[in-house]
């Protein structure tokens, strides 16, 4: 059982939908990420919220649109993507705001393909 | 330029043996490095962090080790199961609070 819920678990969509990824942590932490997990890449850190406040974009394409409307939610809105953003898409959750030294609670992904 | 290497991507291991596996890096100073267990379908599960200043650390069957002068980790898992197949991650996290991991080593114990 997982701490982290992300749903939905798999999404089929063309490059002119647009969609949304939603991730809950039920375990308290202060601080949520999204990453991107391609075949045979490392994971890809995406977007760090502290506290509700987004503290590191790491040059991620405006066509991923982050939301956190609270410290228990986050949300990956996605707009016009392309076919080499087909991935997992992994939410994540720590304790400490600081807290990229802190360990990562993950979810279970949503596996994104576009058409 | 910057890189994490973890052994193979793949290993072979028979029941009953110690697994071990490897994390190296070039031109990162991490000043914490943590290790994950991911299955097929799953998202990583934390195992181990592991701080410069440690040479060692321990939990149940797992040890991890940290040589900031080779510039590498090992993973050890002893009495290998069966059920510690899974892909296992290294990630790094530097003094400026980088985090970065590697592509992960795929682990089977045979029975």
């Known amino acids: 059982e997982t701490g982290v819920t992300q749903t939905p678990r798999h999404l089929v969509m063309g490059m002119t939908n647009k969609k949304s990824l939603k991730c809950e942590q039920h375990?308290?932490?202060?601080?949520m990420y999204w990453y991107k997990q391609s075949a045979k890449k490392p994971l890809e850190l995406m977007f760090v919220?502290?506290?509700?406040?987004?503290?590191e974009n790491n040059s991620v394409p405006s066509r991923f649109s982050p939301e956190c409307p609270n410290s228990s939610h986050l949300f990956l809105h996605l707009h016009t993507l392309q076919p080499e953003d087909s991935a997992l898409y992994l939410c994540a959750s720590s304790q400490d705001p600081a807290g990229l030294n802190q360990p990562q609670h993950f979810g279970d992904g949503t596996r994104l393909s576009i058409l | 330029s910057q890189k994490i290497e973890q052994n193979s991507e793949a290993l072979n291991i028979q029941e009953g043996k110690t697994a071990t596996l490897t994390c190296n890096y070039t031109n990162y100073s991490p000043a914490y490095l943590q290790w994950y267990r991911q299955d097929p379908g799953r998202g990583p599960v934390f195992l181990l962090l592991i701080r410069e200043n440690e040479k060692e650390k321990r939990k149940e069957r797992l040890k991890v080790t940290f040589d900031t002068t080779l510039k590498q980790s090992l993973f050890h898992i002893t009495a290998s199961q069966p059920a510690d197949s899974a892909t296992y991650l290294c990630?790094?996290?530097?003094?400026?609070?980088?985090?970065?991991f590697g592509t992960g080593t795929r682990l089977t114990v045979i029975p």
């Open positions: 375990l308290g932490h202060n601080a």
């Open positions: 919220y502290n506290f509700k406040e987004q503290t």
């Open positions: 990630a790094l996290v530097t003094g400026a609070n980088n985090l970065f």
